[in-house]
């Protein structure tokens, strides 16, 4: 990772985001960006693995950033694997322990701390699995035919 991340905020988050994806791709997951939850509150990276594991990857691309953020906490409670997305100069030692942490770059990710494993209730397991899929149908369609209004994921 000793690519250089983009100078703006959105483009650093953009490539910690892209980076942190194509980890959780070669780890066997499907990934879809900005997914929304029930809360009304969004996830910058969620993972889905073969056996229906939920993975969130909340990004942060600087300290002032992650200083800023009071809802992250609240993302524990929609899924398996929780982890903080930084670039390679983020202070880790400023981090909770108690998460997961990527170093990635627009190019590629690693694991630098293991999520601890938690485990999803098996009705809001079911409700984010409803969420994702219909979320990642919606952009494809969306896709396929631009003209078409796209539904809510719920």
Known sequence: MGEHLPNTRPEAT???ARGAAR???DLGNAVVFELPLG???RVDVAGLDRGGAI???EVKSSLADFRADAKWPEYLDHCDAFYFGVGAD???D????NVGVIVADAYHGAVVRP???RSLPAARRRALLVRFARTAAGRLHGML?????VGGPG
Do not use: E
């Open 14 to 16: 953009a490539a910690i």
């Open 23 to 25: 980890l959780l791709v």
């Open 39 to 41: 809360t009304g509150r």
């Open 55 to 57: 993975t969130v990857v």
């Open 90 to 92: 983020f202070p880790l």
């Open 94 to 97: 400023r981090l909770p322990d």
């Open 115 to 117: 999520a601890a494993p």
């Open 145 to 149: 035919d631009p003209g078409i209004i």
